[in-house]
């Protein structure tokens, strides 16, 4: 069988991606317009390289930040989203002690019942967690007898005490690792985001009721 001789190619593309046109063995470009072009191809590779890298460098740096936080920040980083979902369960409400009306011009926070400093394991319980002006939350101390006047005018004096006695003797100590604390922002983040989808002015019953929900949910405080 008689074989055909291969021929050697006398022509290539240019250099520059995307021309197609055939030039000699002995050039690089079709003319000096694509090889100005070409460089500023090589440039944009460059480039995107060099952010690329500068972007997972500081992925890298954000994650290792992130990881070197102390258990405290990570502790007030969940009682943020723990004290805006209160918030967002009572959105439409005024204050809790006070009765102070939401009008826009108020600055609301999440209030503790129990304040941090008297019962840290209950920090992050939406039962003793209700929307506060910021006048009753830090002025005025919480205004503790303000807030249990508006829960027992709602729910009785048996719900006032249960947040007052009966929560504190079931959690007198709650011990949750920094993997505990992050899976629960996660956790949190979700149901704002749920909340915020579905924002409505919610009855006493239902405020109450949402709050054991997403206590269980949440998966901190899980005793009935």
């Known amino acids: 069988m008689k074989r055909t001789a291969f021929k050697k190619p006398t022509k290539h593309k240019c250099a520059r991606k995307g021309c197609k046109v055939k030039i000699e063995l002995n050039l690089n470009f079709c003319s000096d317009e694509c090889r100005v072009l070409?460089?500023?191809?090589?440039?944009?590779?460059?480039?995107?390289?060099?952010?690329?890298?500068?972007?997972?460098?500081?992925?890298?740096?954000?994650?290792?930040?992130?990881?070197?936080?102390?258990?405290?920040?990570?502790?007030?980083?969940?009682?943020?989203?723990?004290?805006?979902?209160a918030r967002l369960i009572d959105y439409g409400h005024g204050c809790i002690s006070c009765t102070r009306p939401d009008n826009g011009k108020t600055a609301f926070h999440g209030g503790h019942?129990?304040?941090?400093?008297?019962?840290?394991?209950?920090?992050?319980?939406?039962?003793?967690?209700?929307?506060?002006?910021?006048?009753?939350?830090?002025?005025?101390?919480?205004?503790?007898?303000?807030?249990?006047?508006?829960?027992?005018?709602?729910?009785?004096?048996?719900?006032?005490?249960?947040?007052?006695?009966?929560?504190?003797?079931?959690?007198?100590?709650?011990?949750?690792?920094?993997?505990?604390i992050q899976t629960a922002i996660k956790i949190c983040r979700k149901i704002i985001k749920e909340l915020k989808a579905d924002l409505k002015m919610r009855t006493a019953e239902e405020r109450l009721r949402l709050r054991k929900e997403l206590n269980l949910r949440i998966g901190i405080y899980t005793l009935l």
Request: glycine share 6%; proline share 3%.
């Open 38 to 85: 070409a460089y500023g191809q090589a440039m944009d590779a460059v480039e995107r390289n060099r952010k690329k890298w500068l972007k997972k460098q500081q992925a890298e740096v954000k994650k290792e930040k992130i990881e070197k936080r102390p258990h405290g920040v990570w502790e007030n980083l969940l009682q943020d989203e723990i004290n805006t979902i």
């Open 113 to 180: 019942r129990i304040s941090v400093g008297a019962n840290n394991s209950l920090r992050y319980n939406l039962e003793i967690i209700w929307k506060q002006d910021f006048y009753c939350n830090n002025a005025n101390s919480g205004n503790p007898d303000g807030y249990d006047d508006s829960i027992r005018a709602m729910y009785g004096q048996e719900q006032v005490d249960r947040m007052t006695m009966d929560l504190q003797r079931l959690y007198p100590i709650i011990k949750l690792t920094i993997d505990d």
